[in-house]
């Protein structure tokens, strides 16, 4: 039984920022690679950024600067810095990760979500 659970959402003011975690756990042999996801009401799901487990990362090109991914591959955990929050960054924030329970066996799995309002 492998679980995704992301938390550290909320409302903020414009300019302001979060941090959002994403822990996985459960029979994992790896975690690779994590990313996080948004969904805005009324649009598509839009990749955020994705890091995997050497380190490297990828943006979404609007954000680069702005949102910051890391992990902690010892606790098979990602995170999202958020700074400089704008009122177009509300949506919810979905944490993913390709997940082995073994060296042959693989799924993709999709955290909860968490809520990020930004209020201008």
């Known amino acids: 039984q492998v679980q995704l659970v992301d938390s550290g959402g909320g409302l903020v003011q414009a300019g302001g920022s979060l941090r959002l975690s994403c822990a996985a756990s459960?029979?994992?042999?790896?975690?690779?690679?994590m990313g996080w996801y948004r969904q805005a009401p009324g649009k598509q799901r839009e990749s955020v950024a994705t890091?995997?487990?050497?380190?490297?990362?990828n943006y979404a090109d609007s954000l680069k600067g702005r949102f910051t991914i890391s992990r902690d591959n010892a606790k098979n955990t990602v995170y999202l810095q958020m700074n400089s929050l704008k009122p177009e960054d509300t949506a919810v924030y979905y944490c993913n990760a390709g997940i082995w329970t073994s060296q042959s066996e693989f799924r993709n799995y999709w955290g909860q979500g968490t809520q990020v309002t930004v209020s201008s």
């Open positions: 459960g029979n994992i042999f790896r975690v690779n690679p």
């Open positions: 890091i995997f487990d050497a380190g490297r990362t």
